[in-house]
């Protein structure tokens, strides 16, 4: 297994790889991940020749038919595997073995943590980078009723860049804490939240869902809306929706309409939305 992009993509790889090694009794060929010690390669003991490779990827995947082939072979992850479904069933594994982390003091009860995603959604004026047009930035307006919504004793913004403008104003307008470390270390701050408001990202998704969060605020925009995956091809339908914990709160922010361009006149927008 050869990880793609950045920590939240690579422990949806990681998983995807050891359900399947788990169900057809292979072994699984898998780096480390610094901050998550059980996560390393398997050796099942059992030899296994390796007649042809099969390379799976996308999103979606037709997992049921992939365990159900006992035919040896080398299995490559290649993908991203955005799909809750995957995960559900192995929830106390991985949470609980697979992928727990360095012990962590969770924050108090009444305290809200708010992830802002900066940096690669953004397009720069004179950067010609295409941006994803389903990683949606959130308006001003969508954390603001959060923060509003109840008497907070600390709010807390993570990000990876603390001169994001949204950060700023978040800060100045709710005298937030501003934290802004290593990715693991922001992972860690996210992961051990009381109350925690998501932004569209997968690092985001999987710090909250391992958490023991109360609450997790959970913005219905880009790859989160099931209702814009299902304008996507079949291979690439995202749908992180966790349906069955009902720490999840939907909110769907005003104004996001089409696909994301990451431009300065979105930034405006959203900043005074």
Same mark, same amino acid.
């Not at 998501?198 to 969060?213: C, N, P």
């Given at each position: 297994?050869?990880?793609?992009?950045?920590? %939240?993509?690579?422990?949806?790889?990681?998983? *995807?790889?050891? *359900?399947?090694?788990?169900?057809?009794?292979?072994?699984?060929?898998?780096?480390? *991940?610094?901050? #998550?010690?059980?996560?390393?390669?398997l050796a099942t003991g059992v030899p296994r020749e390796l007649r042809r490779p099969q390379v799976i990827g996308g999103q979606r995947i037709d997992l049921d038919r992939i365990v159900a082939d006992?035919?040896?072979?080398?299995?490559?992850?290649?993908?991203?595997?955005?799909?809750?479904?995957?995960?559900?069933?192995h929830k106390d594994l991985i949470r609980n073995t697979w992928l727990v982390g360095d012990s962590l003091e969770h924050s108090a009860p009444d305290e809200l943590t708010i992830h802002v995603r900066? %940096?690669? *959604?953004?397009?720069?004026?004179?950067?010609?980078?295409?941006?994803?047009?389903?990683?949606?930035?959130?308006?001003?307006? #969508?954390?603001?009723?959060?923060?509003?919504?109840?008497?907070?004793?600390?709010?807390?913004?993570?990000?990876?860049?603390?001169?994001?403008?949204?950060?700023?104003?978040?800060?100045?307008?709710?005298?937030?804490?501003?934290?802004?470390?290593?990715?693991?270390?922001? #992972?860690?701050?996210?992961?051990?939240?009381?109350?925690?408001?998501?932004?569209?990202?997968?690092?985001?998704?999987?710090?909250?869902?391992?958490?023991?969060?109360?609450?997790? #605020?959970?913005?219905?925009?880009?790859?989160?809306?099931?209702?814009?995956?299902?304008?996507?091809?079949?291979?690439?339908?995202?749908?992180?929706?966790?349906?069955?914990?009902?720490?999840?709160?939907?909110?769907?922010?005003?104004?996001?309409?089409?696909?994301?361009? %990451?431009?300065?006149?979105?930034?405006?927008?959203?900043?005074?939305?």
């Amino acid at each position: 297994m050869l990880y793609w992009c950045r920590l %939240g993509n690579n422990l949806s790889q990681y998983c *995807i790889g050891r *359900i399947i090694a788990n169900a057809l009794g292979f072994n699984l060929r898998a780096p480390p *991940i610094p901050g #998550f010690p059980n996560v390393h390669a398997l050796a099942t003991g059992v030899p296994r020749e390796l007649r042809r490779p099969q390379v799976i990827g996308g999103q979606r995947i037709d997992l049921d038919r992939i365990v159900a082939d006992r035919t040896p072979r080398r299995i490559i992850v290649r993908g991203f595997f955005q799909r809750y479904e995957y995960y559900r069933p192995h929830k106390d594994l991985i949470r609980n073995t697979w992928l727990v982390g360095d012990s962590l003091e969770h924050s108090a009860p009444d305290e809200l943590t708010i992830h802002v995603r900066a %940096g690669d *959604i953004w397009k720069g004026d004179r950067d010609a980078k295409m941006v994803h047009p389903e990683y949606h930035a959130l308006p001003f307006s #969508f954390y603001d009723n959060i923060v509003r919504s109840r008497r907070w004793s600390r709010v807390r913004v993570v990000t990876e860049d603390r001169n994001d403008p949204m950060v700023r104003k978040l800060v100045a307008a709710h005298d937030a804490e501003l934290r802004s470390g290593s990715e693991l270390e922001d #992972f860690n701050l996210l992961r051990s939240s009381s109350n925690l408001v998501l932004s569209v990202s997968s690092y985001a998704w999987w710090a909250g869902w391992l958490s023991d969060a109360k609450q997790i #605020f959970f913005p219905v925009a880009g790859f989160f809306d099931q209702v814009r995956a299902r304008q996507r091809p079949s291979a690439w339908r995202q749908d992180l929706w966790v349906s069955d914990e009902p720490r999840y709160v939907a909110i769907r922010p005003d104004g996001l309409t089409g696909a994301w361009t %990451g431009t300065e006149e979105e930034r405006q927008r959203l900043l005074n939305s």
